[in-house]
C-alpha cells in the first residue's frame, strides 16, 4: 500500500493518515509499527530491494538475470521510482547502505555477465549491468501497469539486448550539442562569468535542489552558493518555490528546444527521426544532468498550476518518441513503444547522474548504443579500434 501511494502521489504528498486508511487502521496503529514515513519508506524499498537481490543470487546466466530483472521490474513496478526519486530523502545512513546493496547487485550480475563474455573489461560490465537496471526502472514511469506477461517478456527481450551490447572502440565527443565545448565535464557551466545574478540563483538552485533535496536547501545556502545573503535571494524571485518552478521552466524550454524539434523528423523516415532525436538527448543529458534529476524529483514540489504545466509538457515530450517508435516497430504496438521509451529515459537519465560510470569520457557514445537496442534500433558497430 505505501508503495503504490509514494510511486502515484509522491512521498511529500502522501500522509501517514492517508496510508493508515488505505489498509483500514488509524494513524496511531500505524505509527505502532512505524516511527515515522522515512521507515516506511526505508521498508518498501527494502522489500523490492530484496527481492532483486534473491532474484540475481540465483541466476547464473546472463538469461537468468534477465529473467529476474523483468520478474521484479512488473511485480514490484513501484520501485523503480522509490530509488530513483524517493530514496535521496532516506536519512543518511540509509542512502548509504542502499547504495552499498545496489552495487553488491550489480557486482553480481557482473561477475555473471563475464563469465559469459570473458574479454569484456570490468569497468564495461558494471555500465551494461547498471543500464540494465535503469532500464527495467523505467516501468515505473507508466502511467497505468501494462500486461503483465506482455511487459515481463518485452523487458526479458530488452535487457537481453542491453546486457549484449559491445562498448569496445566507444569514443568521446560523438554527441555534440548547442554550447558544447569539446572535452567539457557533463554539467560543467560552458561560459563560466557571463551569467547575471539571476541566472546564477537559477543554476545554483538546480544543481543543490538535485543533489540535496528542495526541502535540505535554504534560502541562505542558495545566496551562499552566488555569493549574496540569503535575504538577497529575495530580491530575483518571491520564494524558494518560485525559484524552483522557474528552473524548471528553463529546463523544459532548453529541452524543448535543443530536442524537441529532432523527433519530427523528415516524413516517411521515423528511424531516422528517432536515431537524430536520441543524439540529441543524450548530449543534452550530458550538459544537464542536474536539470535532469530536478524534473525528475522536485516536480511533486511545484504548486498545482507549475505542476500542471510540467506534467503536461513530460506526456507530450514522451508521446512523440511513442508515436515514432510506433511507425519504427508496428508489430509492437502502442504498449510495447511506452515500455521502451520509457526504459530509454530512465537509462539515459540513470547514466548521466551515476558515478563512477557518470564519469566515462566515452560516456555519450555508449549511451547512443545502449539506447538505440532499448527502441529497438539496429545496433551501430564499433567505430574505433577492437
Known amino acids: 500500500m505505501a508503495a503504490e501511494r509514494f510511486h502515484r502521489g509522491g512521498y511529500h504528498r502522501v500522509s501517514m493518515a492517508e496510508i493508515a486508511a488505505g489498509v483500514g487502521i488509524t494513524a496511531p496503529a500505524l505509527y505502532r509499527h512505524f516511527r515515522g514515513k522515512p521507515e516506511l519508506l526505508d521498508r518498501?524499498?527494502?522489500?523490492?530491494?530484496?527481492?532483486?537481490?534473491?532474484?540475481?543470487?540465483?541466476?547464473?546466466?546472463?538469461?537468468g538475470l534477465t529473467a529476474a530483472l523483468a520478474a521484479v521490474a512488473v511485480a514490484h513496478r513501484p520501485l523503480g521510482t522509490l530509488v530513483q526519486r524517493d530514496a535521496r530523502l532516506l536519512p543518511p545512513s540509509r542512502r548509504a547502505a542502499?547504495?552499498?546493496?545496489?552495487?553488491?547487485?550489480?557486482?553480481?550480475?557482473?561477475?555473471?555477465?563475464?563469465?559469459?563474455?570473458?574479454?569484456?573489461?570490468?569497468?564495461?560490465?558494471?555500465?551494461?549491468?547498471?543500464?540494465a537496471l535503469s532500464a527495467g526502472a523505467g516501468l515505473s514511469y507508466l502511467p497505468a501497469a501494462p500486461q503483465p506477461r506482455r511487459a515481463e517478456r518485452l523487458l526479458r527481450e530488452l535487457l537481453t539486448a542491453v546486457l549484449a551490447v559491445r562498448l569496445d572502440g566507444a569514443g568521446p565527443g560523438l554527441v555534440p550539442g548547442p554550447g558544447l565545448v569539446p572535452g567539457l565535464v557533463p554539467g560543467a557551466d560552458p561560459v563560466p562569468g557571463l551569467r547575471s545574478r539571476r541566472?546564477?540563483?537559477?543554476?545554483?538552485?538546480?544543481?543543490?535542489?538535485?543533489?540535496?533535496?528542495?526541502?535540505?536547501?535554504?534560502?541562505?545556502?542558495?545566496?551562499?552558493?552566488?555569493?549574496?545573503?540569503?535575504?538577497?535571494?529575495?530580491r530575483h524571485f518571491d520564494s524558494k518555490a518560485q525559484l524552483l518552478a522557474a528552473a524548471l521552466v528553463g529546463g523544459r524550454e532548453r529541452l524543448r528546444h535543443e530536442v524537441g524539434g529532432a523527433i519530427p523528423g523528415t516524413p516517411g523516415e521515423p528511424?531516422?527521426?528517432?536515431?537524430?532525436?536520441?543524439?540529441?538527448?543524450?548530449?543534452?543529458?550530458?550538459?544537464?544532468g542536474d536539470h535532469l534529476g530536478v524534473m525528475l524529483s522536485e516536480t511533486e514540489r511545484l504548486a498545482p498550476p507549475d505542476r500542471r504545466a510540467a506534467v503536461d509538457f513530460r506526456r507530450d515530450f514522451l508521446r512523440a518518441w511513442v508515436d515514432q517508435l510506433v511507425r519504427v516497430r508496428p508489430e509492437e504496438g502502442a504498449m510495447a513503444a511506452r515500455i521502451r521509451v520509457h526504459a530509454l529515459f530512465s537509462l539515459v537519465d540513470d547514466g548521466v547522474r551515476n558515478r563512477p560510470a557518470g564519469a566515462r569520457p566515452d560516456l555519450?557514445?555508449?549511451?547512443?548504443?545502449?539506447?538505440?537496442?532499448?527502441?529497438?534500433l539496429p545496433e551501430q558497430p564499433p567505430t574505433g579500434p577492437r
Open 364 to 376: 555519450g557514445d555508449c549511451l547512443l548504443r545502449l539506447g538505440r537496442v532499448v527502441l529497438g
Open 44 to 63: 518498501t524499498v527494502r522489500v523490492g530491494l530484496d527481492a532483486l537481490a534473491d532474484g540475481v543470487r540465483s541466476a547464473g546466466s546472463t538469461a
Open 199 to 234: 541566472e546564477e540563483l537559477l543554476a545554483a538552485a538546480v544543481r543543490l535542489f538535485h543533489r540535496q533535496g528542495f526541502d535540505n536547501v535554504s534560502t541562505e545556502r542558495l545566496g551562499a552558493a552566488v555569493g549574496i545573503s540569503g535575504p538577497s535571494v529575495y
Open 271 to 288: 528511424e531516422r527521426a528517432l536515431a537524430a532525436g536520441l543524439a540529441a538527448y543524450v548530449g543534452f543529458a550530458l550538459r544537464n
Open 98 to 131: 542502499l547504495r552499498r546493496e545496489l552495487r553488491a547487485v550489480v557486482g553480481r550480475m557482473a561477475a555473471v555477465l563475464r563469465a559469459e563474455r570473458p574479454g569484456l573489461a570490468a569497468a564495461d560490465a558494471e555500465l551494461l549491468c547498471w543500464s
